[in-house]
């Protein structure tokens, strides 16, 4: 994808960027300094992130990932997402967003087992 996507949008002179949609909070900043190092001397992506999901509870606030449902006190919880550039709760997009929202394509950031520096970027999905 990073291939791919490095041919493509270097095409154009801008209003493009590659989003990393994340399905929760990375855990290992060690990954994220890794993969963000491998984007910038690998590749020439002119602007890319790395997007988490997130979800807050009205009781217990944040949580990571995506969940409908506190896990602590099962109330109903806010997703909050990138959209258009900015942090967002899901259930407030319209209705076209919101269908982008559910085919969207999550990542996850692994360290390799057994290698200081190797990252594997994996469809989450």
């Not at 590659?18 to 690998?42: I, M, R, W």
């Amino acid at each position: 994808m990073l291939d791919l996507q490095d041919d493509l949008q270097t095409k154009y002179t801008g209003g493009t960027v590659l989003h990393f949609f994340l399905g929760e909070s990375v855990a290992d900043p060690q990954a994220v300094k890794q993969f963000v190092k491998l984007v910038c001397e690998k590749y020439r992506l002119p602007y890319f992130t790395l997007s988490p999901s997130f979800s807050v509870c009205p009781q217990h606030g944040y949580l990571r990932g995506e969940q409908p449902c506190c896990p602590h006190c099962d109330l109903e919880t806010e997703i909050y997402s990138r959209i258009v550039g900015y942090l967002r709760p899901v259930n407030q997009w319209n209705e076209g967003k919101q269908a982008e929202f559910k085919m969207r394509t999550r990542y996850s950031l692994d360290p390799v087992p057994g290698a200081d520096s190797a990252l594997m970027v994996t469809n989450s999905a």
